[in-house]
């Protein structure tokens, strides 16, 4: 039998807990999506949230590389993708290319939390994404090489994720069992006792 949409997402979203900004249970990383195209408003508001995002020295080394579908930027950033992740991820109304310079603007010295800051505001992405209804799914799975002599990217800018962006899609839309086997299985997570520590191996009290 196949799930719906709001079936999948129910799946997939994690307990709320009491105190806990909603959107950080409500995020997920579908890999479904409509062919639905995400107004320019919408990213925008995106690219606000990442904007504010804090970052060594304030360099704010990110850069993100945006191509709608239908574009040529969405097609060379798709071209780029592994295998695994060309099965469906080419069907994302949006991809994003995110990059960050590896050294200081103000020294030259080089920037060793530079890929640290562009998580950081990746992850403001993801979640105002979330936050505005839209799903979004990062990816290592690319040819890193290949996406800089596409787009150029100097060599002192280091690769991040590409992330795909839209708004979560029937499952069917997958094709590929594995993949709407991927879709519809349960998320999990360590508990709080295997990530946070009063000392090495020793679990703080609040876990
Ligand atoms: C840095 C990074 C690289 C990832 N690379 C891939 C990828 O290449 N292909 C893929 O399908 N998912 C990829 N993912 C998605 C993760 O598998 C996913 O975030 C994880 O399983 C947790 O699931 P959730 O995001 O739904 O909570 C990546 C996620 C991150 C943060």
């Known amino acids: 039998m196949t799930l719906t949409v709001h079936e999948v997402n129910d799946l997939k979203q994690a307990p709320a807990v009491e105190g806990v900004?909603?959107?950080?249970h409500k995020r997920w990383s579908a890999r479904a999506f409509q062919q639905r195209s995400i107004r320019e408003a919408d990213l925008q508001k995106l690219f606000?949230?990442?904007r504010w995002a804090p970052s060594a020295f304030n360099e704010q080394p990110w850069r993100f590389i945006v191509?709608?579908?239908?574009?040529?930027?969405?097609?060379r950033i798709a071209a780029a993708l592994a295998g695994f992740n060309q099965a469906w991820a080419p069907k994302a109304p949006v991809l994003i290319l995110g990059v960050a310079k590896t050294t200081?603007?103000?020294n030259n010295a080089p920037n060793a939390y530079a890929l640290y800051d562009l998580g950081a505001a990746t992850a403001s992405i993801v979640l105002q994404a979330a936050a505005l209804?839209?799903?979004t799914h990062q990816m290592a799975g690319f040819d890193h090489e290949g996406?800089?002599?596409?787009f150029g990217i100097p060599s002192d800018y280091a690769?991040?994720?590409?992330?795909?962006?839209?708004?979560q899609g029937e499952v069917a839309s997958l094709g590929e069992q594995r993949l709407i086997a991927q879709e519809t299985s349960p998320r999990s997570r360590k508990p709080l006792g295997e990530i946070v520590f009063s000392a090495w191996n020793?679990?703080?009290?609040?876990?």
């Open 21 to 24: 900004l909603p959107v950080f």
């Open 159 to 167: 690769m991040g994720v590409v992330t795909a962006l839209g708004y």
């Open 48 to 50: 606000e949230a990442a």
């Open 104 to 106: 200081f603007s103000h």
């Open 67 to 75: 191509g709608a579908a239908g574009t040529e930027t969405h097609r």
């Open 133 to 135: 209804g839209m799903t």
């Open 147 to 150: 996406a800089r002599e596409a």
């Open 202 to 207: 020793e679990p703080a009290a609040l876990a």
